[in-house]
């Protein structure tokens, strides 16, 4: 009698061994996220701008307003602030709040791309795979899946709308519907509003969506259009007459100074820092355009999803060709990355292909999530006692002053030490030109606004992470270092190294 070939089973090993991968990247994710959601001090250096805003918005104060040394807002749209701020209402004013959201997101992008695979390929291991993917990605994003910022917001609102535009499988089709395609189109156009009102760069892939439409179906092309339309006009409309028409300023005039760098040197640079690391992922995901284009074509569905996979991974590539942009802009690109490698494992089922191929494929992906696991080995992710225990003697300090503390980097200590949080650093050197191509008009007059608040007899001392930016406002300054038990201790874990309170400067 002939013996059984082993290759299934070691096939099998393999599938195993990459969902182990798989499932032990989401725990990990899921341990890290939890275990430092609620630290009390940044996570990311420009987290306690946010939470500033949120406190605005529970003050019911307008989040766009002329700019002044005693608030400027951080150049985003509003969404994810309000949805901040709700949760807010729930828990009480605190980092867990807003990193709570940015978390909720992370997990419904990981969902979203489990759901449009296995819909589409209908085997979940594929889907596993390709929500693992993502998983994987979260060193690589600067550990950005729980971070108070607006890019986890932005990109589930982005992956949300394309699920709910997408072509519908021939099974779905066949199905009794109780919420047609049309209706699935129509709240897509407003989820990709609000995805644009949580992030500009996700304009991309709503048009990305209007234009896959008009390309292969006008009907649908002009409900979706309609909907995004009517959507963003009125949220938008409504916000301009909240602020006063200073939206504008902060969304669109402000981001149209930023420095991008166009050329092939830097685009080739970026390329590799995004990909070099997932290339495995990248090649299998590519792989059925490579070796069947025209099958591909023809199947709606995967033509849809593989369109708006490319706008994703597109909005990452250009986000990061501004001068001042960090590993999170990859977000989108890994989301799309995700979504390939998922469908490409289904379709590489389907083939039916020898086993031996099939093997060589699970090997090739476990290697490649094997060499993302070091990253978690080598960097710090959770803050120690030792970070708490700096920031709440930092607090103290700053509660010890009878007067003003300006808090230039981080305001929100502020909140904390029941001082005004005045101006952020960061928004404020958006108008001061300091990465931009030119200084708004505004920065003459704020300025000197600055260096009369630096020297008021009413502030009693500034602290900051670096002079430098007010350097010319300070030379006649005293400057003390804050000690610190190492040079690790109170840095964030995520965003720029070395972005702590560094100096106290008081000014006679």
Sequence with gaps: MKPTSPLPTTSKIFQGLMIAFCVAFIGIDLFIIFARMLYPYPLEWMEGAGLVQVSRLLAGKALYAAPSVDFVPLIYPPVYFYVSAGIAKLTGLGFGALRFVSFLASALCTTIIYLAVKEKTNNKVAALLGAGCFAATFMLTGQWFDIARTDMLAAALSMLGIYLAREPTQETLQQPRSFSVTYRVLLSGLVFALAFLTKQSALVVGLAAILYYLLFNRRRAIWLTLSFAVSTIVLYG????????????????????????????????????????????????????????????????????????????????????????????????????????????????????????????????????????????????????????????????????HGDVLLLDNNYLGLYAGKTP?????????????????????????????????????????????????????????????????????????GPPNSRPSLIITCP
């Design 238 to 401: 409504l916000l301009w007459l909240n602020s006063a028409g200073w939206i504008n300023y902060y969304l669109f005039t402000i981001p149209a100074a930023h420095a991008f760098d166009f050329s092939v040197g830097r685009i080739i640079s970026v390329l590799i820092s995004e990909f070099a690391p997932v290339l495995i992922f990248l090649i299998a995901g590519l792989m059925p355009l490579i070796v069947s284009p025209r099958k591909i074509y023809n199947d709606r569905p995967y033509r849809y999803f593989i369109v708006m996979a490319g706008a994703m991974i597109a909005t990452g590539i250009v986000g990061r060709l501004n001068a001042f942009s960090g590993p999170n802009v990859y977000v989108p690109a890994y989301l799309g990355l995700g979504l390939l490698v998922g469908l490409e494992a289904g379709w590489l089922i389907e083939l039916k292909i020898r086993p031996g191929l099939i093997i060589l494929e699970w090997l090739l992906l476990s290697v490649q999530f094997g060499l993302l696991v070091p990253a978690y080995l080598q960097t710090k992710t959770i803050p120690t006692p030792q970070d708490r225990a700096a920031g709440d003697a930092l607090v103290a300090k700053i509660e010890s002053y």
């Design 422 to 494: 005045y101006f952020n650093e960061m928004p404020m050197s958006e108008i001061s030109g300091q990465g931009n191509l030119h200084p708004m008009p505004q920065w003459k007059g704020l300025q000197e606004q600055i260096r009369l608040l630096l020297h008021a007899p009413t502030t009693e001392a500034v602290i900051v992470d670096f002079a430098l930016p007010i350097k010319p406002l300070i030379a006649d300054c005293g400057q003390q270092p804050i000690p610190y038990p190492d040079k690790i201790v109170f840095n964030p874990v995520a």
